[in-house]
């Protein structure tokens, strides 16, 4: 599992067709044209909305068919199922459709989203218009912030000695959280490049099973949580967790 972000503007790319060739002099209907585009937002964070437009003149039902790929759209819908592409969106559709559709990030590089509008079938579609939708993913970077500490323990209670975070990243903050018997604090926060936090403990005895957990966190950046549990007699074990932009809790860290 990795956590994304997309960087820069998005290319948008739209492609029109038509069927049956031009209107006839003699006063009947033009030939239906059919038209599909993909409209991006410049600016998007954690997922890629996109918003999906199928117009023309006198078409009444066709199939729209949405794909994303790693590579290059092929010209047809027919190659995007032959080359393996991820269908998110296979819907009937008629003149005038528009919804707005959110794909989440699936790797690291360049995503493509694939529209084509077609004839309505299951095989050898007839492919009247495409477009397609260039997006740049990145992985979120991990902040790499070191928590050094020191605890002095009996079979009774530990204590905390030394505990401070450094290289917290700028614009970055510390969150201090202590739960079980003998904690003297919850949920404190604290800036600065770095944090010294043995001193808000005031020497509190802890008792074992108690929870120290120190969460570092930036925007646009995987903040760093590590928990520190207390025992009888012997250091606290440490656990180290994630916290992905936008999430509320730790989870394990994605390899």
Not at 6 to 28: I, R
Not at 186 to 210: E, I, K
Not at 232 to 240: E, F, H, K, L
Request: proline share 6%; net charge positive.
């Amino acid at each position: 599992m990795k956590w994304f972000r997309l960087s820069g503007a998005v290319a948008v790319f739209t492609l029109a067709g038509v069927l049956g060739g031009s209107a006839m002099a003699n006063g009947t209907s033009p030939a239906p044209t059919y038209n599909v585009k993909l409209t991006v937002p410049a600016s998007v964070a954690r997922s890629y909305p996109f918003t999906v437009t199928a117009d023309g003149v006198s078409f009444n039902v066709s199939r729209l068919t949405v794909f994303l790929k790693n590579g290059a759209c092929p010209a047809s819908a027919n190659l995007a199922v032959s080359a393996g592409a991820h269908e998110i969106i296979s819907t009937n559709v008629a003149s005038g459709y528009s919804k707005l559709h959110a794909v989440t990030p699936k790797f690291v590089g360049t995503h493509i989203v694939c529209a084509y509008l077609t004839s309505v079938g299951t095989s050898a579609l007839t492919t009247y218009a495409n477009a397609q939708a260039v997006y740049s993913v990145v992985a979120y970077p991990k902040i790499n912030s070191s928590v050094t500490y020191t605890f002095a323990f009996t079979t009774s209670y530990t204590k905390v000695v030394q505990l401070t975070v450094s290289g917290v990243p700028a614009g970055g903050g510390v969150a201090v959280n202590c739960a079980g018997h003998g904690c003297p604090l919850s949920n404190r926060s604290f800036t600065g490049s770095s944090v010294a936090l043995s001193g808000v403990f005031h020497g509190a005895d802890l008792s074992p099973g108690a929870k120290i957990q120190i969460s570092i966190t930036a925007p646009s950046e995987v903040g760093k949580v590590e928990i520190f549990t207390t025992h009888r007699d012997s250091t606290p074990t440490v656990t180290t967790l994630c916290q992905p932009p936008g999430a509320t809790k730790p989870r394990a860290c994605a390899r």
